[in-house]
C-alpha cells in the first residue's frame, strides 16, 4: 500500500501531466488538500546512521551530493539545481535560489514557489571539504572530456556529460546503492528529515530550522515535525515558578 502523502502527490503530479497533454479535462485532485502527514510516514535516520552511510559512500558519486542533502537539507530539485556560482566554500554557505523540476516539457529550472525558499545556508566545515574535493575531480574529469573547468554557471551535481542530473534519476540511483550497499532503505527525502531530526535534537528552535529549510513559515515545520521537539510543558512550568517566585537568575 502506498503512504497516503506520497500517493497524494504522485496522484497529482500524474493528472496535471494528462491536463497538459490534455488527456483530461481538470485536475480533480487540485480541489483535494494532501493528508496530514502522519509522524510514522517520516523516515529518519540516525545521527549513527548518518555518518555510516557517508562512511558507506566515500569515493562513490553519490557521496558529494548526500553529504550536501544531510548537512542543508535541501531538497531533490535544489540539489539538482545548484550551480557553482551559488556555492561560496570560503565562507562555507550555499544560495538556494531555484530548483530543477522534471515538467511534462522536460527538466525545467525554476524559482522557489515562495519567498523564504529563497536562502542562504551554511555547509558545515566536513561537508565544505567534500565540495572542494569534489570540485577538483569534477574539473580533472571536465578537462579529460575536453569540457574545460568548471564556471558559476556550472551545475555542482550534473551527469557525467555536465547536463542537469534529473531528480527521479537521483532518487532511483539513490535507492540502488542502498541495496547494493545494504544500507537503510529509505526515500532520498528522508535524507531532509534526518538533517531536521539532527537539528532538532541538538536543541534548535523551530524558527531556525524552518528558515534553514526553507518553509513558508515555522508551523509548516511543526506540522511536519511537532512530535520531534517533544513536551516541554514541564520546563514551561518550572521557568513560570521561577518568574512568580522572584527566582531567576539576575542577568
Sequence with gaps: MPRSGHAHRVLHRGLERALRLEIVSRNVMRGLRPPR????????????????????????????????????????????????????????????DRSLEETASGLQFKPPKTQWGRRIVSIPASVAAILRTHRRQQNEQRLLLGLGGSTGADLV???????????DK??????????SRKLPRVMFHALRHSHVSALIAAGQDVLTVSRRIGHASPAVTLAVYAHQFGDHDRDAAAAIEAALTGSMPKK
Excluded: K
Excluded at 557525467?160 to 534529473?166: A, I, K, N, Q
Excluded at 537521483?170 to 541495496?179: E, F, N
Design 37 to 96: 502527514v502522519n509522524a510514522l510516514e517520516i523516515e529518519i535516520l540516525s545521527a549513527e546512521q548518518m555518518a555510516a552511510v557517508l562512511a558507506t559512500l566515500d569515493g562513490h558519486p553519490l557521496y558529494p551530493i548526500v553529504a550536501l542533502a544531510f548537512g542543508t537539507g535541501m531538497r531533490r530539485g535544489e540539489l539538482c539545481g545548484l550551480a557553482w556560482g551559488a556555492v561560496d566554500l570560503d565562507h562555507a554557505t550555499v544560495r538556494v
Design 170 to 179: 537521483l532518487s532511483r540511483d539513490w535507492l540502488r546503492i542502498t541495496t
Design 157 to 167: 551535481f550534473p551527469l557525467v556529460d555536465g547536463s542537469p542530473y534529473p531528480p
